[in-house]
C-alpha cells in the first residue's frame, strides 16, 4: 500500500508541476493551486517514504 501511495504521489509531483510550469512559463501565472498540490504530493511522499523506514527498523529490532 506505501509503495502505491509512493507512486501516485511522484506521479502527482511530476504532473502538478508540469502544468506549473506550463501556465508559469506561458502566462507569467504561478498558481497557488499547483504550488499547494506539489507540497501536498511531496508531503505524502515523505510520509510514505517515512512510515517504510520506521517499518523497517521496527522489523530488525523484532528478530
Known amino acids: 500500500m506505501d509503495q502505491l501511495l509512493r507512486y501516485i504521489s511522484i ?4 504532473i502538478f ?17 499547483g504550488l499547494v498540490g506539489i507540497g501536498a504530493a511531496l508531503g505524502l511522499f515523505l ?3 517515512q512510515s517504510s523506514n520506521e517499518d523497517h527498523n521496527h522489523r530488525h529490532l523484532r528478530h
Do not use: D, P
Open 11 to 14: 506521479l502527482a509531483i511530476i
Open 17 to 33: 508541476g508540469a502544468f506549473e510550469l506550463f501556465f508559469g512559463l506561458n502566462y507569467g501565472e504561478w498558481s497557488l493551486k
Open 47 to 49: 510520509l510514505t517514504f
